[in-house]
């Protein structure tokens, strides 16, 4: 397992990289995008409900901008990194070379980065500003500061800002992967709370949305927020979490955030009214928790951001594959140089197979987990049952009923029991082409001397996948005709061993004829389940065999032959094959770049995943 935090850390460099390349568009990240497909918080609230202190009190420092109406105009992505220790300091994305210890100079900065994009106004701006913090006071944490939500506009606002700022906010919280931290005040009746409205809207189960009270301290006396905190008034499926702000008086004596927490933990655990709640309260425990569970939704949408990566990689692969580059010389020496590419990624691919370098192990993770998983999960108790025994016996007399053993009614029910191993069989040949054709890709991305080749990886990968093609299309072949040739012929010698006589009635007041039927039955099916049984060892066995030798060892072999066999005849396609165009090598620069950061991520989120 990884370490509490460092899936959080990594997220937090992957969405760094993916800001810096421009892998983003409008909200959290463009539609298909590496940003998107990572999960974050987003800190939802109406203007004044305390959010900036909520996140000033999560990080430990008074950072924020503050004033009156619109404060927060822009999106600010904050990306907290927790160090071992030495000092805090600040970055600005857009200002990467420069370290803020000093967080009045970060509140500063916010507000000028702010006035840059929409000026010296009231106006909002969705282009989001990206902040990360480094300090051992706060947890690996991903959070987005959005405007607070209004129902009005002010002097200087056009009419459209309360829309606007929905607008941008639902951009965020409508994604699947975002966790929305929906922040009310206890001293507004939670019902009207527009966190919790918009919450409800794009999230009604509540799966997605932590609720944060503020504001404790401020309630009229003699009420309390014991009800809405413990989930009776509104309830989620996360609990709710108790905030107490630094009062406006702590902030003008400057009351450093370490001490302000103190102060929450005391009035916690000294109130009368939430004493018993104190161990889930306050600013540092709600960081924790969401920590916590940043963490574990990370964990669980894994497949789903390799699914996703492995997707645009395919199509940036497809991008790059559309581009190429000449090289001088005559025709010998390009036809020398594309064979000793070649020779270069064919001995990378055979390394990958025989262990030199990792992936080829996945094809053995295929017969030794995912087959037999596969064949595990075949419906044979449920086409083997009673009722499905019966009506297939039934129908394969016809009208006659059988007079000895019912051998019809036997065949079919093999026949049809011996079909659902089809599908596993194929499975296991499309998931060995699958791990060859990523090796194959791999192959090419690790063979230094093509990255100079962008049409010549084309027409590598092209053939490559071409003969994997022509070697699945084998190995299917060969594995269905295992699985056809069990049912061709039976082993006649298990079914001789089996008794023949009925089991007789064993209560007296059954009548005869019903225990004669049912046991009968009953053991038809057994006998089925017993012989499918042993043709399904003797197929774990045989189709890794088959997948072998007509896809991995020929994959070895002759996974370029043809290529070879026709690219001496193309005499005058040499130098488009190792063509490039110089207009197109910026665009294939940045587009090597994602590549690499994709494949960077992947790797990455593999190897502190599953640690």
Known sequence: MATMGSLIGLVNRIQRAC??????????????????????????????????????????????????????????????????????????????????????????????ETDRITGKTKAISNVPIHLSIYSPHVV?????????LTKV?????????????????????DKPNCIILAISPANQDIATSDAIKLARDVDPSGDRTFGVLTKLDLMDKGTNAVDVLEGRQYRLQHPWVGIVNRSQADIN??????SARRKEKEYFESSPEYGHLAHKMGAEYLAKLLSQHLEAVIRAKIPSIIAMINKTNDEIEAQLDKLGRPIGGDAGAQLYTILDMCRAFDRVFKEHLDGGRPGGDRIYGVFDNQLPAALKKLPFDRHLSMQNVRKVISEADGYQPHLIAPEQGYRRLIDSSLSYFKG????????????????VRRSIAATEELKRFPTLQSDIAAAANESLERFREDGRKTVL???EMEASYLTVEFFRKLPTEPEKAADKNTPVSDRYQDN???????????????????????IPKAIVHCQV????????????????????QLSAMLDEDPALMEKRDALVKRLELYKSARNEIDSVAWK
């Open 19 to 112: 800001t810096v390349l421009g892998d983003h568009g409008g909200g959290a990240g463009g539609e298909g995008s590496l940003w998107e497909a990572l999960p974050s918080v987003a800190v939802v609230g109406g203007q004044s409900s305390g959010k900036s202190s909520v996140l000033e009190s999560i990080v430990g420092r008074d950072f924020l901008p503050r004033g009156s109406g619109i404060v927060t105009r822009r999106p600010l992505v904050l990306q907290l990194h927790k160090t071992d220790g030495g000092h805090e300091y600040a970055e600005f994305l857009h200002a990467p070379r420069k370290r803020f210890t000093d967080f009045a100079a970060v509140r500063k900065e916010i507000a000028d």
């Open 140 to 148: 690996n944490l991903t959070l987005i500061d959005l405007p607070g």
């Open 153 to 173: 506009a002010v002097e200087g606002q056009a009419e459209s800002i309360v829309q606007d700022i929905e607008n941008m906010v639902r951009s965020y919280v």
């Open 253 to 258: 004596k400057n009351v450093d955030m370490l």
């Open 424 to 439: 596993p069989a194929e499975a296991s040949v499309d998931a060995v082409h699958l791990v060859l054709k990523e090796l």
């Open 481 to 483: 005709r295992l699985v």
């Open 520 to 542: 009968h039955l009953r053991r038809i099916g057994s006998n089925v389940s017993s012989y499918i049984n042993m043709v399904c060892e003797t197929l774990r066995n045989t």
């Open 553 to 572: 060892k020929e994959a070895k072999r002759n996974l370029l032959n043809r290529f070879y066999a026709h690219v001496g005849s193309k005499e005058k």
